[in-house]
């Protein structure tokens, strides 16, 4: 591969020149409302119990096709996503989508993840539409520390999202601090919730927030988190980045990505969150499955393989 993880994640910071937007068209107002302006991409809403969720269309970019199956032949992968009409660009790359999820329950606002930045991404622009401001999010749950991520949590040392309580992963901050060489940008991103006062630590299998409850899939990074979101007897899980393609880390969730920092830890963490997802029939969302990233994953007879089908709203 003639492009290396470490660069590559150089690639998708903020004013990244590669990062090519996405640009989606009004859809019908039965499923989504879509404003024109060129600043907003898109956005989704709908009930899950008790709390409003939206999913936002921040940012997108194309990966190379080998990254959505490290560890086999790129012709394989190629073949897989080929099958499923899948487009890669002339490149050889296929687009990775990135997607915020947002609940909502009457003044409390909550960002899973941040995206790509005020810079690049269209959050906050979209946020502003959709009438609210950067200073009426009221919390941020943090899976990971990737740029895709926490890039949109400050900017040039000023914090977007002002009065956000920020909740970050204990064991994936312990990695962050023993390894400044590789997680450099993101503590520089998350200082200044640090010295503001506004991070909470929050262990794995611990509820973060109310109705929200940590799920370790550690693997992609040290201390990667998913979610359960539950609002009476209702659930959506948020895989976060533990399952990045739908096309085909669901069917072959023993390939490895090719940001995955712990390849073989990575795909037990992805079997056993994809075990769960099917047995539990929980709506599950992907943070960088194809908008708005909603649908469940169905067990493909005993074996470990799973089909996407995407929620009909």
Do not use: C
């Amino acid at each position: 591969m003639s492009i290396s993880r470490r660069q590559l994640l150089k690639s998708i910071g903020v004013g990244a020149v590669g990062i090519s937007l996405i640009q989606t068209s009004k859809l019908s107002p039965s499923y989504a409302q879509s404003p024109t302006s060129a600043e907003v991409a898109a956005y989704f809403r709908f009930a899950l119990g008790d709390y409003e969720m939206i999913v936002v269309s921040d940012n997108a970019f194309g990966l190379p096709i080998g990254f959505f199956g490290a560890n086999v032949s790129e012709d394989e992968v190629r073949t897989q996503l080929e099958s499923l009409h899948i487009p890669i660009g002339n490149g050889g790359t296929v687009n990775a989508t990135v997607m915020i999820l947002i609940l909502t329950q009457g003044e409390r606002v909550t960002l899973f993840d941040t995206g790509t930045g005020i810079n690049a991404g269209k959050l906050v622009p979209t946020l502003n539409a959709l009438g609210i401001s950067p200073d009426a999010v009221t919390e941020i749950v943090m899976s990971h520390y990737h740029p895709d991520h926490i890039d949109g949590l400050s900017n040039n040392g000023t914090l977007t999202f002002p009065n956000a309580q920020v909740f970050f992963a204990q064991p994936e901050y312990d990695f962050m601090q023993a390894n400044p060489d590789v997680a450099s940008a993101a503590l520089d991103k998350l200082q200044p919730a640090l010295d503001a006062d506004l991070v909470t630590f929050y262990a794995p299998d611990t509820e973060v927030t109310e109705g929200v409850f940590s799920i370790p899939t550690y693997g992609h990074t040290a201390g990667h988190m998913s979610f359960s979101i539950r609002s009476g007897d209702t659930q959506l899980i948020n895989v976060a980045d533990a399952i990045t393609s739908p096309y085909t880390f669901m069917p072959n969730p023993e390939w490895s990505f090719g940001f995955d920092a712990d390849p073989v830890q990575a795909a037990e963490s992805r079997k056993t969150l994809l075990d769960r997802i099917a047995s539990e029939r929980a709506l599950m969302f992907g943070y960088h499955f194809p908008f708005p990233g909603l649908g469940y994953a169905v067990r493909q007879g005993d074996a470990e393989s799973y089909t996407f089908v995407p929620a009909a709203f």
